[in-house]
């Protein structure tokens, strides 16, 4: 099989094992011609063949601190050996020649390479089972494209598709409004820029030595940061198994202020005292127009109908009614605007 290779991953793949590439290093190797990556005849000798690393001491089913799902499945994983470079192949030429089984062989023994990696991308959105289980996709790809005859090791050619799943796993699903690719490539490239230079100046890093950095302007550096921002689910609880959520502390613009609700309710119990002086007809007018103990506001026409009187006769009796208010309103020592302030 034809195959090119990324000059990046050549040289990673010669100086260390793929489970010493740093973060940074893995960021540098997120690139979109990158998914496409295979490796030709002439990349042989660049690569060295390699011993399977040793995961077996790195996961224990008896890890107190995972969540119980996780607990369940490294206990399942942890029961596969891993395979010697001999075994690998002989069950990737299988897998090439069409035999599922190899192929479900590579993938079974190698589920805890993909833990391991999964576990560097904790606390970037995603938990660690669905980081899990997006990196075992880009470990089957990595079985179909595995040449054995290439003389180095599936775990150093698996370890690149994996990383490739995740951080794209991480770009759609992460967020609550997915970013373009090349956004979020450029968000980590801030970011990391920004730790190198924390790390050196030993001190928080500003928008302005960033742009420096890359000689873009600051506004522009500032308008991609502001992607970096993280969403939060209003129903998450404020601390650990509390009862209140974020929902609770944020105010409702449609709702009264308490002290809002208290004040009408004062005015409510008055304009009912008030009411209640007002002679038959015109309590009966006021109710209807402005809709008030139970029922719909109703038009000068609708009320008519109602009482037997004109259109003009119940416009003449609301306003000898409002006046009506308005006047037992001052004796009671309150303004007319509290009342008829709508």
Same mark, same amino acid.
Request: charged share 30%.
């Given at each position: 099989?034809?195959?090119?290779?990324?000059?990046?991953?050549?040289?990673?793949?010669?100086?260390?094992?793929?489970?010493?590439?740093?973060? &940074?290093?893995?960021?540098?190797?997120?690139? &979109?011609?990158?998914?496409?990556?295979?490796?030709?005849?002439?990349?042989? =000798?660049?690569?060295?063949?390699?011993?399977?690393?040793?995961?077996?001491?790195?996961?224990?089913?008896? =890890?107190?601190?995972?969540?119980?799902?996780?607990?369940?499945?490294?206990?399942?994983?942890?029961?596969?050996?891993?395979?010697?470079?001999?075994?690998?192949?002989?069950?990737?030429?299988?897998?090439?020649?069409?035999?599922?089984?190899? %192929?479900?062989?590579?993938?079974?023994?190698?589920?805890?390479?993909?833990?391991?990696?999964?576990?560097?991308?904790?606390?970037?959105?995603?938990?660690?089972?669905?980081?899990?289980?997006?990196?075992?996709?880009?470990?089957?790809?990595?079985?179909?494209?595995?040449?054995?005859?290439?003389?180095? %090791?599936?775990?150093?050619?698996?370890?690149?598709?994996?990383?490739?799943? #995740?951080?794209?796993? *991480?770009?759609?699903?992460?967020?609550?409004?997915? *970013?373009?690719?090349?956004?979020?490539?450029?968000?980590?490239?801030?970011? %990391?820029?920004?730790?190198?230079?924390?790390?050196?100046?030993?001190?928080?890093?500003?928008?302005?030595?960033?742009?420096?950095?890359?000689?873009?302007?600051?506004?522009?550096? *500032?308008?991609?940061?502001?992607?970096?921002?993280?969403?939060?689910?209003? =129903?998450?609880?404020?601390?650990?198994?509390?009862?209140?959520?974020?929902? =609770?502390?944020?105010?409702?613009?449609?709702?009264?202020?308490?002290?809002?609700?208290?004040?009408?309710?004062?005015?409510?119990?008055?304009?009912?005292?008030? #009411?209640?002086?007002?002679?038959?007809?015109?309590?009966?007018?006021?109710?209807?127009?402005?809709?008030?103990?139970?029922?719909?506001?109703?038009?000068?026409?609708?009320?008519?109908?109602?009482?037997?009187?004109?259109?003009?006769?119940?416009?003449? #009796?609301?306003?000898?009614?409002?006046?009506?208010?308005?006047?037992?309103?001052?004796?009671?020592?309150?303004?007319?605007?509290? #009342?008829?302030?709508?």
């Amino acid at each position: 099989m034809k195959q090119e290779a990324s000059t990046q991953f050549k040289t990673r793949a010669k100086q260390k094992a793929p489970e010493q590439l740093t973060l &940074d290093e893995i960021d540098d190797l997120n690139t &979109d011609h990158a998914l496409s990556l295979s490796l030709t005849e002439n990349d042989e =000798d660049s690569l060295e063949t390699e011993e399977a690393p040793d995961f077996a001491q790195t996961f224990s089913a008896d =890890d107190s601190e995972s969540p119980d799902p996780v607990r369940l499945y490294l206990r399942d994983v942890e029961t596969e050996r891993l395979l010697t470079a001999d075994e690998e192949v002989h069950y990737a030429r299988k897998a090439q020649a069409g035999d599922e089984a190899a %192929r479900q062989k590579m993938i079974v023994c190698n589920l805890r390479l993909v833990i391991k990696i999964a576990r560097r991308y904790l606390n970037r959105g995603l938990d660690l089972l669905d980081l899990i289980e997006e990196g075992n996709l880009g470990l089957m790809r990595a079985v179909e494209k595995f040449d054995p005859e290439r003389g180095f %090791r599936f775990s150093t050619y698996a370890t690149w598709w994996i990383r490739q799943t #995740i951080e794209r796993g *991480l770009m759609n699903q992460s967020r609550t409004v997915r *970013l373009p690719v090349h956004v979020v490539k450029e968000v980590h490239s801030y970011n %990391r820029a920004a730790r190198k230079l924390a790390q050196h100046q030993n001190a928080e890093v500003t928008a302005e030595q960033i742009a420096e950095h890359f000689d873009k302007p600051v506004g522009e550096v *500032l308008r991609v940061m502001a992607y970096n921002e993280r969403q939060s689910s209003f =129903d998450r609880p404020l601390k650990g198994e509390s009862e209140f959520s974020l929902l =609770d502390l944020v105010p409702d613009e449609d709702s009264n202020r308490p002290d809002e609700l208290l004040q009408d309710t004062g005015v409510h119990h008055l304009l009912e005292k008030l #009411i209640g002086q007002l002679d038959s007809k015109q309590k009966e007018v006021v109710l209807r127009r402005f809709g008030l103990r139970g029922y719909e506001a109703q038009t000068l026409e609708e009320v008519g109908e109602v009482l037997g009187v004109t259109r003009e006769r119940v416009r003449q #009796i609301q306003l000898e009614a409002v006046r009506h208010l308005k006047q037992l309103a001052k004796g009671a020592g309150v303004t007319a605007d509290v #009342i008829f302030a709508d």
